[in-house]
C-alpha cells in the first residue's frame, strides 16, 4: 500500500506549499492561513469597527507609551516593524486589480459634454437624475470606491503645511518605503509622515486604506478622483502627501486624472522609480500640469550625487527621459556643487512651517530640478553640520530666499528705466 509524503520529506520534489505565497516565510499555522486569505475584505471590516491600523499593521493594537510591547520610542521602534501577512496580501489583491487599467493610460475621464464621468457612472446605477456633490460622494463611500472625507470640500485631504488637496495611501503600503525602514541612512527610516502624531489617528489611517483598497477596481476609483478634484477650490493638487505609487498603472491612473483637469497644477512624489520608468517605456505620457519629483532614497545625498551612485544614475536617466521629472534630497543643501532650492518651510514649525508662509509652490515647478528638504522628517534625520558645511548650506538657503523675495517683487515692466541707463 503506498504511504503519502510526509511534508517535512527531505527528497520532496517541490516544497513550495510550505512556504506562505505571500511573505515567503515557513507556512503559517492553520489559523494564520485563513486570517491571509481574508485580505481586502478584513482590511474594510478593520476599517468600519474602529481598528487602529497604523500599529495594527505592524503587529500591534496602538503605538502609545502605555503599549506592555514596547518601550520608550514605540513609534521609532514601530516604523521599522514588518507588515502583517493580512496586510500584504491585501497589498497583493490590490496591485493585481491595478493592473486592469491600461498600463499606457489614456482613459478618458471626462464626457464629450465636459461632465465627469462619475456623474454618468452615478446615473446609470442609481437611476436618479439630479445629480449632486453630497450625493455623488455618498455614493463614492457607500460602494467603497474610495476615501471621500465629509470634512473637505471636496471628499480629499487637506494638508495644513501646503496649499490645496492631496491623494495620499497609507505608508504601510509603500513598496520601496517598505524596505528601506530599516536602512539607518535612508529617508523612510525618519518617516516624515511617520513623525506627524494625526496622520496616525484612526481616521486619517482609514481614509488612506479607503484609497489604496479602491485602487483594486481601478477604473471606478479614477472616476471618482477626477471627480473630486474637480470639486476641489485651489489650483494645487498634491499626489502621495502620504504613501507612493503601487506600479506603473498607478502612473497611468495619476497621468489620466491631471490631463482631465487641466486647469490645475500636480505634483506627484515618488521613489518607485522603477515602476516610473516601466510605465514610460510602455508609452505612458506625462501632461503639462503634472511635476513628477523623484526622491532620493538617502539623506546627505544630492540628485546629482556620484556618477557610481546606482541611485543617482537611475534619476539622471529618468530626468533626462522628460523635462517634467525633477528630483529631491533630503539634508543634502550644503552638498551641490551648484543652486539647490531649499524648502523654507522645512523643520519650521507653526505659520513658519506652511508653504504659504513663504509664498513658495516651489514642488509643483518643473522648471526647479531640485528641491533639498533640509531637516525635514523626524528627529532622526535632524543632522548637524561642520562649520564648512554649515556656511554651504546657509549659502543655497539665502540664495532660496532671495528667488522667493523676487517673486514677490518683480520688477515692473511698464516702467521707463532707460534714463537710469537700465
Not at 491595478?98 to 478618458?108: D, M, R, T
Not at 502624531?197 to 479602491?214: C, I, M, P, Y
Request: charged content about 25%.
Amino acid at each position: 500500500m503506498a504511504r503519502g509524503i510526509p511534508h517535512n520529506a527531505l527528497l520532496h520534489d517541490d516544497n513550495s506549499h510550505l512556504h506562505c505565497e505571500i511573505c515567503r516565510d515557513p507556512l503559517h499555522p492553520p489559523l494564520m492561513q485563513d486570517v491571509i486569505k481574508l485580505s481586502i475584505d478584513e482590511i474594510r471590516n478593520q476599517i468600519n469597527q474602529g481598528t487602529q491600523m497604523w500599529a495594527g499593521a505592524r503587529g500591534e493594537e496602538n503605538f502609545r507609551r502605555d503599549n506592555p510591547n514596547l518601550g520608550d520610542e514605540p513609534v521609532e521602534e514601530l516604523r521599522t516593524r514588518d507588515i502583517q501577512p493580512i496586510y500584504q496580501q491585501a497589498l497583493k489583491e490590490v496591485r493585481e486589480g491595478l493592473s486592469q487599467y491600461p498600463i499606457e493610460g489614456g482613459v478618458n475621464l471626462r464626457h464629450e459634454d465636459g461632465s465627469h464621468i462619475m456623474e454618468h457612472i452615478y446615473r446609470n446605477e442609481t437611476g436618479r437624475n439630479v445629480v449632486g456633490k453630497e450625493a455623488i460622494g455618498q455614493f463614492i463611500r457607500d460602494n467603497e470606491i474610495k476615501g471621500h472625507t465629509v470634512s473637505s470640500p471636496d471628499g480629499l485631504s487637506g494638508p495644513s503645511k501646503m496649499p490645496g488637496s492631496s491623494e495620499d495611501t497609507p505608508t504601510w503600503a509603500c513598496p520601496i518605503g517598505s524596505k528601506l525602514r530599516g536602512d539607518p541612512n535612508s529617508v523612510c527610516r525618519g518617516c516624515y509622515v511617520d513623525s506627524i502624531l494625526h496622520t496616525k489617528h484612526d481616521s486619517v489611517q482609514h481614509h488612506q486604506a479607503r484609497n489604496l483598497l479602491g485602487l483594486a477596481k481601478p477604473h471606478r476609483y479614477a472616476a471618482a478622483l477626477s471627480y473630486q478634484i474637480g470639486q476641489s477650490p485651489g489650483e494645487l493638487i498634491r499626489l502621495n502627501s502620504s504613501g507612493d505609487m503601487q506600479g506603473p498603472h498607478h502612473f497611468a491612473i495619476h497621468s489620466d486624472v491631471a490631463r482631465a483637469h487641466p486647469d490645475k497644477r500636480f505634483w506627484l512624489s515618488t521613489r518607485e522609480q522603477n515602476s516610473l520608468e516601466d510605465w514610460l517605456n510602455a508609452g505612458g505620457q506625462i501632461p503639462s500640469n503634472l511635476t513628477i519629483r523623484v526622491s532620493q532614497h538617502r539623506q546627505h545625498v544630492p540628485i546629482h550625487g556620484t556618477e557610481e551612485d546606482k541611485q543617482t544614475k537611475k534619476i539622471s536617466k529618468l530626468m533626462a527621459m522628460h523635462p517634467n521629472i525633477v528630483g529631491s534630497s533630503v539634508n543634502a543643501s550644503h552638498l551641490y556643487d551648484g543652486d539647490v532650492w531649499v524648502c523654507p518651510a522645512a523643520n519650521k514649525k507653526g505659520d513658519e512651517g506652511t508653504c504659504e508662509y513663504h509664498g513658495c509652490d516651489a514642488c509643483w515647478n518643473p522648471n526647479i530640478p531640485a528641491i533639498d528638504y533640509t531637516g525635514h522628517g523626524s528627529k532622526t534625520m535632524h543632522h548637524s553640520l561642520d562649520e564648512m558645511e554649515a556656511m554651504f548650506a546657509e549659502t543655497k538657503r539665502r540664495w532660496t530666499e532671495a528667488q522667493l523675495r523676487a517673486k514677490e517683487n518683480p520688477v515692473s515692466q511698464d516702467i521707463d528705466l532707460s534714463q537710469f541707463g537700465l
